[in-house]
């Protein structure tokens, strides 16, 4: 009794537990990953410039010191080392750099008045504290990317984002270093002079959390390099247009031979990773691109930003107060160039501008080739802002130039699916359903669709279409009316690539005739008026084979009517007794009768008849035996003897 209570405890038990995890399953959401990053914290003295040299000890950091928490966000995860970086390989999107503040109840954090730590220098003072992020594309040469200071300042407004790594930095990898630096104070003794002059004794100590990682995207791409085939380039010389000064990199103006950037290019555009080219109606390129295929945007710097043309005197400026006009971009430090790059989607919407800021200074290096975004379906347009300054002539001059140009991505299969609406399977041209048919552009967003819908008429001899409707259709449209349906599918940009398909939707004879003999109404008609039929399958039937039929069948009729079996005579009776040669008497045999059976059409009631017949002629046969066993005795003496028998008895 107690084992079976047990066993029953136990099975109820299992059971909950599974619904219980069952649940805990499905509810769990998909997050983000994030990381904790690994890092040194360094003190320094008093007088020290935050240079790790100079330290006076060093601790390993692995999650939360004394003032925080450093943490990456993102789909990212963790691989092997790039240099002696930790490195994060990113599968989708980008990557937040975040720093939790929470600073230890026990230390005092007072104002540091420098704005140099590390090899870094700052726009203005620590203050309370600074977090800083650097950024390489070597991990040798760093750039300061984003400075926080005075962070613990109730009026800073600084929040845990510090930093949102880009595309370029992604596609290319990017080496970073976060710092974070404050200053602190410690009583040692405490005195004072006179009752109002603090004359204690402080211990100040400088402090450095420094963090190292390397960001790549996972995914690389097709084209491998920026020479990959085929590849088209946008010349600096051919899309570059002075601009007017401080208008927003708007209006143009003539270049001359006295212009500063007269007879040189800065640097080419290239897009590859596609398989086909075309273009539209106002000459824009439309990169066509099938599965598989990554449509990817370099950059190629063919000079020294600080040394352009070779002429010491002549660089790119930082644009401290650049907006643009055509983007809507407001004024703010576009430094040493801007990258913008701007898609508008399948309906006609701008998207918010991409803005790469300080971008010939940050994510390029003189004739290396950048990954700039790897595209997919979309009107994009792209535009580098930038200012040059020459300190030849006196005084200094500025001019602003703007490289711009817009492209088209497009995929190459103008096709669209069509699946029954019931089934779900997939429909090929000229296929019939019964129960309609869903169309599905397979995240084909630039393609013009219409359907055509035929219904038809019968008048009693021949069939008629009469088109009902023929309208434009979207993703995921239902048809399930019977009838004729046309589907064409050409794409947006050039409407002289076209791929048409025809449905039908229905049971009836005609609809499976079209469908099953890939005919039309006029061919159907024809057929008709030379005698032919439609079954209900849809086959067609000849004339010839509706007579075959008809014959046959009145054949089978006939033959069972009039099935007879032969009986013997008086004479043959007669015969058989004086004729002794003849004494093993034959019995004539009545042949059946010949049915043609059609196995579509055969039924137990069509077989009654023929097996009565049989059992007819095999009763009538039988009796025929027996009677003429009764009235002839066969002899089984010498056959000589029987003859002379048969003479003694003519004679007498």
Known sequence: MKESLCKRVVSVAIALSLVVTSFTYVSLPVKANEVSVKGIQYAYGDNSKYVEAEALGQADIS??????????????SSTTEKNGFPAYDVSSGVVSIKYNISVDSSLNVVDDKVKNVSDATLDSNILSGTIIVLTSQDGEKWLVDKAYTDVLDENSGFNSLIYESNYVQQANGCYFRVIVAYKTEKLLEESTFLWFIDTSDYEYTRWAEVYKFYIADKEKGVASSVNTTPRTVFQDSKYRTK???DKGYTGKEEETIDDPHYGWNLGDFTINGYTAKDTNGDNTPVFLKNVGDQVTLWFTLNQDINKLNGNSNLFINEDTKGWDEYFGIQQTNFKKGTLIIRQTDAEGADKDPVIFINYLEANTRTGADTKVKLFEEGDYEVALDYEIKDTGPIPDSVTDYRVYFKFKIRNSNCNIYLFDTVTQNELADRANTENGFRLDYAN?????????????????TSYSEDTRGNKSAKNGSQYVD????IISVQHDYNNSRTTDKTIYVGSSPIIRALSLNNITIADVNNLLAQGYT???DGTLITKTAQEQDAKEAGATEENSDEAIVEEPTEATTTASTNTTATTNATVEETPEPIVKEEASTDTPSSKIPIIAVILVVIAGASAFIIKGRKKITPNFEDPESDKQESEDKEEE
């Open 63 to 76: 999650g939360k010191t004394q003032f925080g928490e450093i943490k990456l966000e993102g789909n990212l």
């Open 243 to 245: 601009t007017e000064e």
């Open 444 to 460: 084909s967003k630039y393609l013009d669709v219409y359907v055509e819908y035929k219904a038809i008429n019968f008048n009693g």
């Open 482 to 485: 019977e009838g004729i349906y």
């Open 534 to 536: 439609i079954g209900d």
